[in-house]
């Protein structure tokens, strides 16, 4: 009954999940992925996805790989991956993504840098054929 167990006892990473209706105060980090459908007054961060569901609100910056926002953030956005603002969302803050989706109808107020821009300049430009000269 209390013997050592058979199988692997690496801990999972599962989803860490804010329901509906559920408020927390303060910071979050996690190792795996995060579904935010309640409220977050504090800062998100993850090396999984985070997912903040169209009843999900969060106040604070958010920092991970993939992050694909329905609900409403206020704060700056940090994404190493790609960042999908449905058609439901509403994001107040600066973005700083790898890559961007914004579907019809979503709502976005601030600046946005892609990290893959700034490394690489576009075919075409000025700075392109003064470097091919």
């Known amino acids: 009954m209390f ?5 692997d006892q690496t801990p999972q990473q599962g989803i ?3 329901n509906e209706g559920t ?4 910071d979050f980090n996690a190792q795996g992925d995060i579904r935010i459908d309640g409220q977050l007054y504090g800062d998100v961060q993850t090396r999984g996805r985070l997912a903040i569901g169209a009843s999900g609100m969060v106040k604070g910056q958010l920092n991970g790989n ?7 953030v206020e704060g700056d956005v940090l994404v190493s991956g790609v960042l999908t603002l449905r058609k439901s969302a509403k994001v107040l803050g600066d973005l700083t993504v790898g890559k961007l989706v914004i579907e019809e109808g979503a ?3 601030g600046q946005c840098t892609m990290t893959d821009m700034v ?8 700075a392109a054929e003064e470097t091919a000269g």
């Open 3 to 7: 013997g050592k167990r058979k199988h």
């Open 16 to 18: 860490n999940l804010i």
């Open 119 to 126: 490394k690489t300049p576009l075919h075409g430009s000025r």
């Open 23 to 26: 408020r927390i105060q303060g």
């Open 66 to 72: 993939m992050v694909d926002i329905a609900g409403e």
């Open 107 to 109: 709502m976005f107020s």
